[in-house]
Structures are given as structure tokens and as C-alpha cells.
């Protein structure tokens, strides 16, 4: 019988906190940190570590390993903004262009700029690069 091996929530998890982090620093610097607003913009990144998560269940290539950092730490980054701009492209796109997106809804749009999402992979590829090398299980 094959070995089955547990998923941890490291590699999702360092990706939220990543990408929590600039969406923070995104919204701090535009000077809208309104409770509503920091959910409505975090939901987003939530929901595609969930997602990734998920995947890393089902599918050993997309769990980190320990002291082997490539390629895990350009696909995950990848994958996992890939899917914050899809999800955010879904929950910002009305319908009809008579639609407007309501005002505490409005600044998820930040996960559409290219900028927030580079910035996001590449420290995102940064901490799962140094969390893989350090050899701590993921």
C-alpha cells in the first residue's frame, strides 16, 4: 500500500501572508484602510490559497520539498497569482457596462494591476525560495 503524506499549510499559507502583506501595503499607501475595504481586498487572496492548498493535496508537485526550492518557487508564485487575477477579473466584471461595482467593493480591483501582482510574485518567490532552504518542513 502506498504511503499517503499529509499536506501542511505552510507553502499556502506563506503565500496569503505574501500576498496579504502588498495588498496591505497597497491599500495603506492609497489611504483607504477601512475595515470593510482590508476584507474585501484579503477575501481574494484567501480564497486562492484555499484553493492552492487544495491542490497541493491532490498533487505532490505542487508541495514544496525541503532543501529543493526550484521549481516550487517560481510555479507556486505563479499558480497562485495567476489565480488572484482570475478571481479578481470574475468578481469585478459586471454583467452589463451599465453596472458599477459598490464603493467598499471597488478597490479589489487592485489585484488586476500587473505592478501589485509582480510585486506579489516575486515576494512570494523570495519567502518560498528562503522557506524551502532552510529545511524546515513545509
Known amino acids: 500500500m502506498a504511503k499517503r503524506t499529509v499536506s501542511r499549510p505552510g507553502a499556502p499559507l506563506a503565500l496569503f501572508l505574501c500576498s496579504g502583506l502588498v495588498g496591505f501595503f497597497v491599500l495603506y499607501r492609497s489611504h483607504q484602510l477601512q475595515i470593510q475595504v482590508v476584507i474585501a481586498v484579503l477575501s481574494i487572496p484567501a480564497v486562492t490559497s484555499l484553493v ?3 491542490l497541493g493535496t491532490f498533487f505532490e508537485g505542487l508541495r514544496p520539498q525541503a532543501k529543493k526550492p526550484f521549481p516550487n518557487n517560481i510555479t507556486l ?3 497562485h ?3 488572484i487575477l482570475l478571481l479578481g477579473r470574475l468578481l469585478t466584471t459586471a454583467p ?3 453596472e458599477k461595482l459598490p464603493a467598499q467593493v471597488a478597490p479589489i480591483a487592485i489585484w488586476q494591476h500587473w505592478q501589485v501582482l509582480a510585486m506579489c510574485a516575486v515576494f512570494e518567490a523570495g ?4 522557506y524551502s532552504l532552510s529545511g524546515w518542513p513545509i
Do not use: R
Not at 519567502?127 to 528562503?130: D, K, W
Open 52 to 54: 492552492v492548498g487544495i
Open 77 to 79: 508564485p505563479l499558480i
Open 81 to 83: 497569482c495567476s489565480l
Open 96 to 98: 452589463s457596462a451599465l
Open 127 to 130: 519567502v518560498i525560495s528562503l
